[in-house]
């Protein structure tokens, strides 16, 4: 930090995380929570890692705009996230579109969600803003990035992740000069801008920007009357700033916090079913890519009071064991296998069962004699005895959602129709 400053540029910062998005290509799995509300890791949620980074990078005033079916993630911030105490200036507001500009008009991109609330960030009395995107799973110092826009002087700071040039057709990618000045910011291109003197890699947007409140708050107004606009910040405000002022971008390798054990700096979008799956199944690894076990970055989230993880049975085949595979307090594997398999809070497997590379969320239960592997359990499913699942692609398809690579997601619904066709 440089030390002329006196104090954290961190402590007049804000924190505004856009967590609105469904998260259609989650499938069934958003189809009663909003993608920032999906699970994660054993005990958090998505938006968990956004918030948290605030949190650690000392950040103390947070705003979270939220839109589609938001019940499950306001309920989860105030039931983990309400400690901020306004008598010590810390604030954590949730911004539900409301109607607040016009009774007909919702959240309509990602930089209206903001400008409908300016009044609301403006009685914050803070000099910067950073934008977050909810939804993706990754450790990272804030402090870093303010300290980088401020010493820039950049009129915004984009985060911007190193990528192949071949996978960088899926983002947004800046096109930089040597001094990291954003030069072109283009969707999705088939062919990618890339690093000066890389012509392997592109620069690829995380969705996270730094701000001058004050600069952010002229832009917005100045969006918010044009017609043409759709009120987003990729599609709209960055590239007008990069056309017409000082965009500079931040290599996330400068602010991802790494404890010692990670190899490489951890980003994840978590935005599809296969990569849902993969990013919890990798945390089984013995060293795993993210290292959730770091106390000196932790992930706070919402910790419901349960007893510890039980397994029971130890005769013949009936032995409750599980073997690389995280297991959630509040859990009891009764003669039943678990193998490369994450178990999240309260989920119950039964005698002469088996699970091999699966994802479970809270509250599922396993019956007797299933036989399940590379597959999602939605919250709460109850598997019924006996049931096969990992092992005949064309059945599995027949009545669950059966990915492309072979991986199974299976919520209660799915269970009932497929109980019901059998019955009929």
Known sequence: MNQTRGRRLSSNAMAFVLAGGRGSRLKELTDSRAKPAVFF????????????NALNSGIRKMSIATQYKAHSLIRHVQRGWNFFRAERNEYLDILPASQRVDETQWYLGTADAVTQNIDIVDSYGVEYIVIL?????????????????????????????????EEATAFGVMGINTDRIITSFVEKPSDPPTIPGDDEHSLASMGIYVFNWRHLRELLIEDAKDPSSKHDFGHDIIPKVVKHGRAVAHFFSDSCVMSGLEEKPYWRDVGTIDAFWAANIDLTDFTPELDIYDNSWPIWTYSEIVPPAKFIHDEGDRRGNAVSSLISGGCIVSG????????????????????????????SQVNRRARLSNCVLDRGVDIPDGLIVGENAEED????????????????????????????
Not at 41 to 52: E, N, T
Not at 342 to 363: D, I, Q
Not at 400 to 422: H, Y
Request: hydrophobic share 45%.
């Open 336 to 363: 039943s296998e678990v193998r490369n398999s994450l178990l999240f809070t309260g989920v119950k497997t039964h005698s002469y069962s088996s699970l091999e590379n699966v994802v479970a969320l809270p509250y």
């Open 397 to 424: 398809a027949r009545w669950f959602n059966r990915t492309d690579k072979g991986i199974v997601l299976i919520t209660q619904a799915m269970l009932d129709a497929r109980a019901a066709a059998l019955n009929a």
């Open 41 to 52: 890791g054993g005990k958090a949620r998505i938006i968990d890692f956004a918030l948290s």
């Open 133 to 165: 995107a909810g939804d993706h799973i990754y450790k990272m110092d804030y402090e870093h990035m303010l300290e980088q826009h401020v010493d820039s002087g950049a009129d915004v700071t984009v985060g911007c992740l190193t990528v192949k040039k």
